[in-house]
């Protein structure tokens, strides 16, 4: 038993990565896996063959990652750098540390992906990668039923249209799915009508959810479900496989969604070009604007090795993402780099860098870390109940604002 | 004569009817185990499809090896091997141990201490975690395995709880008995109630064993460096952010779900061997 | 006190004291901070902050906490007898003398061995309201399928008969209950004239007592604290944790959302430890109605 204790002891000190003394150990988490970890790695590695003395401990946490490191934070022991997204949350507790006190070339940054970092005006992240919200169509389905494809200056109108044409429940073919995150994508549909879910100071849902505007936009999706029955709903779609199995195999025309429909294609051996990505369409009286997706390198407060880490933060400001975008993994977060890897001439990820210039530029959840708790729920059960329970829009809209403000007060 | 006979066909058709119904709950139990094992030959794009083929298109037998090639997995193994059992020791050599004191030694305070014992089984696990994962980091211990097998050797609640049962099974005068011919508790324990409860105390083995074995939480939040992870952490990495690899994590889940089976059936034919002696009296 | 009893009192006290230890090193310390944050604020991040029995008043009027008491006491209601009858069931079915016994128990106990992410997909897959296998053989019976997982009034029953059928662990802690019974006692039964029936109901249910009784009590605690199935599997609709319509908002999963989400970990150990104290309760009943119907050894 004791020897076994100390084979244990042992093994378990010689595991631990005792290192060469002058070398710093950084530790980096990401959620990235298999091939996207592949990138991260070799991005890494570059980094550290430019940085001698400094290594780079990658950690890769697929499933369980906000748990893994909000433990570690709570503990004292977070990672020296780390990819996060709702950068508020960590920002307003003091988790993660403000970046623009340090030399890290921010300007190489598309700006809309830094608007989105920044939280009472300074900035906390270094922008990873990105998506922007943009629809994807199957064009077998279109020559099918021979409607002409889409083009970026399409209307609101032309969209319904379009989705009411191509909707054969006889084959079981649907024009669209109904948007799958009430909070990205409604946020979009309704800042094009000059709406907007939330207050901009994010204290309340009062006069925004419920304005004209806003109900205008969340309806003209309903009633694409439940009137013209030519969008999808949740639990169809979900039944069907999802909306990224729905557009490949041919069941529905559209969707809505960002970059990583690419790589399911290629994992699904489909040939990218028989689809095809346009912008959103806007409203006759409006302007467009769609979501975008991003992660952030973040540095924890807690860490021992910020030097380093505002190293490797710098670094990779200054990289842009070219490593991702040369292994065709991800955008890149530098317009230079596109430029100079030709991106804007491909037709599919060119759009996506286009989307930029219409990106919504303060999500509801960047307005207030309470977004989560005493706002998105509320907006998702009233969704529920209008396209489960049959309610009409303004009502359970009201709903929502109303649970919202009792749930403040508690 | 006749009756005999007929006792005989009844009892005949009884049987079969069991056979039946085995055979067909075997069946649906199996489903789980065929559809992994269909999912794990199945081609890379066809796992997406919708409906899913029950049988794939086919046979990729080589998932199998893309799936191993893909990470450290006899590092995981033996991660996993030494956590495992470290536990199931630690486990077998403290519950019954401190169940016997609770089953059969009279003492003040006996059910209420029982009663703390339980508490720790009724706290859900989310609750404790930050606090015990300080209390680890102050004793430094993670990024070990210490955290994943030592609190074992002071005994789990639950299988406390179940040993009892167990032992209070076990009559009283047996132990009464030993005394009077001299023997010291410890003897007595060790050499008889130890013994009896072998179906009870395998049972517990092959529970922590598997639990353990396929435990998630405990070595995602303790352990750090991807050198420590387990198996079951490793089969996590399957699973993208944007879309899982079916095909490889069932082929690794099923190649991981092996040794707790062998370690069950071998067990539970232990298990069987108490007959005898239970029917000593 | 004579000196025998003393002195089994002192070995008594011995035979206990790892797991006193235990309770001591691992559980005390994380008890005592969790009670000390059920009256905090605290966000993970920065120390807790003091603000006396707020959380506690803030449960009374909090309609998704007595929610998720709803949810999770109409689950233990449907899955505790249920899993409880299945798994003893079995265990008397794999009593018999048959042949390839070993091989029939391992089978019913495979099920709860495979890694929960890969049986939750099967069976999400299983309740396909359209594709799914148990609406498909329901048509074949002429029934309308429900869209369970999708449908809050079918959403728990729907968990409760998953649970029914990973019942390998208890299973087996029935099988050596059974096995712990001596062969007379059956005997003697048969002798006297008693049927199958007879032997189980006035033999073996007695006999086993001690046994049912640890499955009831461990099930029930477990029950409460279900929280896997519903992570993996709870959201259809458009909503996440919960979904759908809050339907399958067990309190641990409640309790999970507010400490590792909402970064209201004050809140949520206040909600764990009410949670704690209806176990505890409900675990002091089940001991108490226990001299009913618990019969330990024969003297």
């Given at each position: 038993m004791r020897k076994l204790c100390v084979i244990l002891v042992v093994a378990v000190l010689g595991l631990s990565g005792i290192t060469a003394a002058g070398e710093v150990v950084l530790r980096v988490a990401t959620w990235d896996t298999a091939e996207g970890l592949h990138w991260t790695e070799v991005a890494m590695q570059r980094f550290?063959?430019?940085?001698?003395?400094?290594?780079?401990?990658?950690?890769?946490?697929?499933?369980?990652?906000?748990?893994?490191?909000?433990?570690?934070?709570?503990?004292?022991?977070?990672?020296?750098?780390?990819?996060?997204?709702?950068?508020?949350?960590?920002?307003?507790?003091?988790?993660?540390?403000?970046?623009?006190?340090?030399?890290?070339?921010?300007?190489?940054?598309?700006?809309?992906?830094?608007?989105?970092?920044?939280?009472?005006?300074?900035?906390?992240?270094?922008?990873?990668?990105?998506?922007?919200?943009?629809?994807?169509?199957?064009?077998?389905?279109?020559?099918?039923?021979?409607v002409p494809y889409p083009t970026d200056d399409w209307t609101w109108e032309d969209f319904r249209r379009v989705v009411i044409q191509l909707t054969h429940p006889d084959e079981m073919i649907y024009g669209t799915v109904f948007l799958e995150d009430p909070t990205y994508n409604f946020e979009e549909w309704a800042e094009m009508k000059g709406g907007t879910l939330i207050s901009p100071d994010g204290t309340t849902f009062d006069g925004y959810l419920n304005s004209p505007e806003t109900i205008s936009a969340i309806k003209f999706w309903t009633d694409l479900v439940l009137v013209d029955k030519a969008a999808a709903p949740p639990d169809v779609v979900e039944s069907m496989g999802g909306n990224y199995e729905m557009l490949a195999s041919g069941r529905v025309a559209m969707i809505e969604t960002g970059t990583w429909f690419e790589g399911y294609l290629k994992a699904r051996h489909l040939d990218v070009s028989d689809f095809g990505v346009v912008l959103l369409p806007r409203p006759q009286d409006g302007e467009r604007k769609n979501m975008m997706n991003t992660s952030f390198w973040c540095l924890a407060s807690a860490s021992r090795n910020k030097e380093a880490a505002i190293e490797l933060l710098k670094w990779l400001a200054d990289e842009g993402g070219r490593t991702?975008?040369?292994?065709?993994?991800?955008?890149?977060?530098?317009?230079?780099?596109?430029?100079?890897?030709?991106?804007?001439?491909?037709p599919i990820k060119s759009k996506f860098i286009m989307a930029l210039d219409s990106a919504v530029l303060k999500p509801p959840f960047l307005r207030t870390p309470l977004w989560w708790e005493a706002f998105e729920q509320y907006l998702a059960d009233a969704l529920d109940k209008i396209l489960i329970g049959g309610e009409p829009v303004e009502k359970a809209l009201n709903w929502a604002v109303e649970q919202s403000e009792k749930a403040k007060e508690g | 004569m006749r009756s005999q006979r007929l006792l005989r066909l009844r009892r005949k058709f009884w049987r079969t009817q069991l056979y039946v119904l085995l055979i067909v709950l075997s069946a649906i139990y199996l489903v789980p185990f065929f559809w992994a094992f269909t999912t794990s030959l199945k081609d890379r794009g066809a796992i997406f499809e919708y409906p899913p083929r029950l049988f794939p298109r086919e046979f990729r037998f080589q998932n199998y090896l893309e799936a191993f090639s893909m990470y450290p997995w006899l590092t995981f193994f033996r991660n996993s091997v030494i956590i495992t059992t470290l536990s199931v020791l630690g486990t077998l050599l403290s519950s019954p141990f401190i169940a016997f004191g609770f089953a059969v030694l009279r003492f003040p305070g006996r059910r209420a201490l029982f009663f703390l014992v339980l508490l720790t089984m009724m706290i859900p696990y989310y609750t404790t975690l930050i606090p015990r994962y300080m209390l680890f980091k102050q004793l430094g211990w993670i990024d070990t395995f210490y955290p994943l097998f030592v609190p074992d050797f002071f005994g789990n609640a639950f299988f406390i709880f179940l040993l009892r049962q167990y032992f209070m099974g076990i009559p009283r005068s047996l132990f009464e008995a030993a005394k009077i011919d001299g023997a010291s508790t410890l003897r007595i324990y060790w050499n008889i109630y130890f013994p009896l409860a072998r179906p009870a105390v395998i049972t517990v083995g092959i529970l922590q064993f598997m639990t353990v074995w396929s435990d998630f939480i405990g070595p995602l939040i303790f352990l750090q460096s991807p050198e420590h992870y387990t198996l079951v952490l490793g089969l996590n990495a399957f699973r993208g952010v944007y879309f899982t690899y079916w095909h490889y994590l069932c082929a690794m889940a099923l190649v991981i779900s092996i040794p707790p089976i062998i370690f069950f059936f071998i067990g539970q034919k232990r298990i069987i061997g108490g007959i005898t002696i239970s029917g000593l009296k | 006190m004579n000196k025998l009893r003393r002195r089994e009192a002192l070995e008594g006290y011995l035979f206990i004291l790892p797991g006193l230890l235990g309770l001591l090193i691992f559980m005390v310390g994380p008890i005592i901070a969790t009670v000390a944050f059920s009256f905090a604020e605290y966000d993970l991040i920065q120390p807790p902050r003091f603000i006396g029995a707020k959380n506690f008043l803030r449960l009374f009027s909090d309609p998704l906490f007595a929610q998720s008491l709803k949810v999770t006491f109409t689950y233990v209601i449907l899955s505790v007898p249920l899993s409880t009858a299945v798994a003893l069931a079995l265990a008397l079915l794999l009593f018999q003398r048959v042949k390839g016994l070993a091989v029939f128990r391992t089978i019913f106990y495979i099920p709860s061995v495979l890694p929960s992410i890969v049986s939750a997909v099967l069976w999400i897959w299983l309740y396909n309201p359209q594709f799914g296998l148990i609406n498909y053989v329901l048509k074949?019976?002429?029934?309308?399928?429900?869209?369970?997982?999708?449908?809050?009034?079918?959403?728990?029953?729907?968990?409760?008969?998953?649970?029914?059928?990973?019942?390998?662990?208890?299973?087996?802690?029935?099988?050596?209950?059974?096995?712990?019974?001596?062969?007379v006692y059956w005997e003697a039964a048969t002798v006297d004239g008693a049927n199958a029936w007879h032997r189980f109901r006035y033999v073996t249910l007695p006999l086993l007592s001690p046994t049912?009784?640890?499955?009831?009590?461990?099930?029930?605690?477990?029950?409460?604290?279900?929280?896997?199935?519903?992570?993996?599997?709870?959201?259809?609709?458009?909503?996440?944790?919960?979904?759908?319509?809050?339907?399958?908002?067990?309190?641990?999963?409640?309790?999970?959302q507010q400490g590792f989400r909402f970064f209201n970990m004050g809140y949520a150990s206040a909600i764990s430890w009410v949670v704690t104290t209806i176990i505890i309760l409900l675990t002091l009943l089940n001991f108490a109605l226990s001299r009913y119907w618990v019969h330990y050894s024969v003297e």
């Open positions: 550290m063959d430019e940085h001698p003395g400094i290594v780079v401990k990658l950690e890769s946490i697929p499933q369980g990652y906000d748990d893994r490191i909000l433990t570690s934070l709570a503990g004292g022991n977070p990672p020296d750098v780390f990819l996060w997204w709702n950068l508020p949350a960590l920002a307003e507790r003091g988790g993660i540390e403000p970046l623009d006190q340090y030399d890290i070339n921010f300007d190489n940054i598309a700006p809309a992906l830094n608007a989105w970092a920044i939280y009472n005006g300074r900035i906390y992240g270094v922008t990873k990668d990105y998506s922007c919200e943009v629809i994807w169509y199957n064009k077998k389905v279109f020559d099918k039923f021979g991702q975008a040369e292994g065709g993994w991800a955008l890149p977060t530098s317009k230079k780099v596109a430029e100079d890897l030709g991106l804007y001439e491909d | - | 074949l019976l002429g029934i309308q399928g429900p869209r369970w997982l999708y449908d809050p009034h079918w959403v728990l029953p729907a968990f409760a008969i998953m649970g029914a059928w990973n019942v390998g662990p208890t299973m087996i802690i029935f099988l050596a209950g059974l096995e712990n019974i001596p062969r049912t009784f640890f499955v009831v009590v461990t099930s029930t605690i477990g029950a409460i604290q279900t929280f896997v199935q519903p992570y993996v599997m709870g959201g259809g609709g458009v909503g996440g944790l919960g979904a759908p319509m809050n339907a399958t908002l067990f309190s641990v999963i409640y309790l999970y």
